[in-house]
């Protein structure tokens, strides 16, 4: 079975600080990765995903992941965290059959 | 072009109460889904529809019933609604069923009292 365990339920980083939310996975086929933002009473946006192909994958707002398959993780980093960039982020692995995905628990990021 | 859209935006039920949570998108999209969002546990699958005409269970679908009424619209309904089926309900939907993106809809917050 598919799984996927987000590491550190809360965040928080100064302006302007690297944003780093980890991102480990479970799968016996090749994955197909996602990264979802929420902002504060609104529903999930795609922030980038991996299928096949080049590793880092590159998203919208600046942010950015790399598939390690030998690490079975998928972190979401950007350089430089704004204000905006509150809300919380969910990592989530597709399963092979009928597309449905499989959510982390979600990481809370504040910037201050 | 609204994407995903969901009705109610809010609902507070009384345990024992009925009701049905819509969902409409205009992408033209094959498949469709139904999560719940509850703090600490992420999304969890209730109930999908493939395509028009098909639906199967997903991770938590007991006290839940659902209906694809056409290749739009997927409703999801609670007939005897109890606490612990408060939460943040999303609907989201996908181009085919093979690990598309998913689309999703700005939600329902429920409680049932």
């Known amino acids: 079975a598919q799984s996927v365990t987000q590491l550190g339920s809360h965040v928080s980083v100064s302006e302007g600080a690297l944003v780093l939310l980890r991102c480990n996975y479970s799968s016996s086929v090749p994955p197909y990765l996602f990264w979802y933002v929420q902002y504060p009473n609104q529903g999930l946006q795609l922030l980038l995903k991996?299928?096949?192909?080049?590793?880092l994958v590159k998203g919208i707002n600046g942010f950015e992941a790399e598939f390690k398959k030998s690490e079975t993780s998928f972190h979401l980093t950007k350089p430089s965290a704004h204000m905006s960039d509150a809300a919380e982020y969910f990592c989530?692995?597709?399963?092979?059959?009928?597309?449905?995905?499989?959510f982390g628990q979600g990481t809370e990021l504040s910037v201050k | 072009n609204a994407g995903v859209t969901q009705t109610p935006k809010f609902q507070v039920l009384k345990t024992g109460q009925s009701m049905t949570l819509q969902c409409a998108q205009d992408?033209?999209?094959?498949?469709m889904y139904w999560y719940r969002q509850d703090p600490g546990m992420g999304l969890r699958l209730i109930y999908y529809?493939?395509?028009?005409?098909?639906?199967d269970k997903g991770e938590v679908p007991n006290g839940y019933n659902v209906s694809r009424l056409n290749k739009r619209e997927f409703s999801l309904r609670l007939e005897s609604a109890a606490p612990s089926q408060t939460s943040v309900y999303f609907c989201?939907?996908?181009?085919?069923?093979?690990?598309?993106?998913?689309?999703f809809g700005p939600g329902t917050r429920l409680t049932v009292l």
């Open positions: 989201a939907s996908t181009r085919t069923r093979t690990r598309d993106t998913q689309y």
């Open positions: 529809s493939a395509s028009e005409g098909t639906t």
């Open positions: 989530a692995v597709s399963e092979y059959q009928g597309g449905k995905l499989i």
């Open positions: 992408m033209n999209h094959n498949s």
């Open positions: 991996y299928t096949t192909g080049a590793t």
